[in-house]
């Protein structure tokens, strides 16, 4: 058990930038140069070309994981200095928060929300950028908010969930669980899926709550803590659950990737596969950011590994994002790596900016992705 807690404890000073551990630990930094050096940019195999299509500045997110969102073709964009944008290219409006963001992007047709450093979550309009209300929160966010079914869902630090009614920010219910005594500091996105709200949790729970009540309707397992010490036990769900064909699958850290029937709970499969950012899926995979930094695709059907691409040991890649026929990841030295969906070939890749890249791309169109780094460098990525 020794060994298995020294590699452990190796393992998460590779987490990302802020990834702090809860409960009264120091703050940990992985892009030290003290810690495991960075594995070379892996070679090429028939290269196609990646460029990059726009970009633009918002403010330094250092340390923060801010994410952009998609509406159509166009990303709404926060930097840390208060700045948020619709972009595609261009700037269709620009709104600034003197306070500073912390969390966000959350959107739906109407509303894009931001949580600021003083804690307020502060709704603008999709529209023109105008601020339709604030609400003093009181809580350490990281995560962007959830806006959907008129609700805005913001998930504190503490993993506590706050729903806002859409319409004037005022507090409808909350939503909070009894958790390990150790979890990784991480952005843990929720999820609207029909008539529910699916959010995962330390210690490899799902939770799927009523939107109306905050009600839990059930839970799902996607691994369960094991090991004689708290590290050892980490076992946090990372990342999205993703709900598709009624099937809600998901990834746990020191955990399994596994696979549920939405609508009887039951377990399809589950696969020994450690991940500290998450997974995507379509049709026909489920990829995986493992946790040593290997991607890893999964037959969506059975769970087996169908291909593995190494090479990136201690680039601290994101979740991945499958995109046509490309799965793409960022990296800590602001590279953003195509592979072969099909074969896992590292096909391309181009660098945006000189700041680590936290969250995943997001698709803003065939074979396009809008890409955030902590630098406050915001891009659109094509694979030709």
């Keep these: ?79 840390g200095d208060g700045r948020v944008l619709r972009w595609n290219g261009g700037v269709r409006w620009e709104a600034k928060l003197e306070e500073g963001i912390i969390a966000g992007v959350g959107a739906d047709e109407r509303l894009a929300v931001v949580v600021t450093r003083k804690g307020d979550a502060v709704a603008l309009a999709v529209g023109d950028g105008a601020v339709r209300w604030r609400h003093p929160l009181k809580a350490d966010v990281i995560t962007p908010p959830l806006v959907a079914g008129g609700l805005v869902v913001v998930r504190t630090a503490d993993h506590r969930l706050i729903a806002l009614d859409a319409r004037d920010g005022k507090e409808r219910w909350v939503y909070q669980r009894n958790l390990p005594p150790l979890s990784l500091r991480q952005s843990a996105p929720l999820v609207s899926a029909g008539n529910a709200i699916v959010a995962g949790y330390p210690g490899g729970i799902i939770a799927v709550l009523d939107p109306r009540s905050g009600a839990p309707l059930f839970e799902l397992t996607v691994a369960s803590p094991k090991g004689a010490t708290e590290i050892e036990r980490l076992t946090d769900v990372v990342g999205p659950p993703l709900v598709a064909r009624q099937e809600v699958c998901a990834a746990a850290y020191q955990g399994r990737v596994a696979c549920f029937d939405g609508r009887t709970a039951e377990t399809l499969w589950a696969k020994d596969l450690s991940s500290r950012t998450g997974i995507d899926r379509d049709y026909r995979y489920v990829v995986v950011t493992a946790d040593n930094d290997d991607v890893v695709a999964l037959d969506v059907f059975s769970g087996k590994e169908q291909w593995r691409t190494g090479g990136f040991s201690w680039r601290l890649l994101t979740r991945p994002l499958i995109l046509g026929d490309w799965v793409l990841v960022g990296d800590r030295e602001g590279y953003v790596h195509a592979l072969d969906r099909n074969d896992g070939r590292i096909r391309g890749r181009v660098r945006v900016g000189s700041g680590p890249i936290l969250v995943e791309p997001k698709s803003i169109g065939p074979n396009r992705a809008v890409v955030q780094n902590t630098d406050g460098t915001v891009a659109i990525v094509e694979v030709h």
């Design 1 to 79: 058990m020794k060994d298995r807690s020294l590699r452990a404890a190796a393992r998460l000073l590779a987490l990302l930038a802020a990834s702090a551990l809860v409960a009264g630990c120091s703050s940990l930094n992985p892009f030290s140069r003290k810690g495991p050096q960075i594995a070379p940019l892996p070679p090429l195999v028939s290269p196609v070309e990646v460029t990059i299509a726009a970009q633009t500045k918002v403010g330094s997110g250092e340390g923060l994981f801010l994410t952009p969102v998609v509406l159509d073709d166009e990303a709404i964009v926060a930097g």
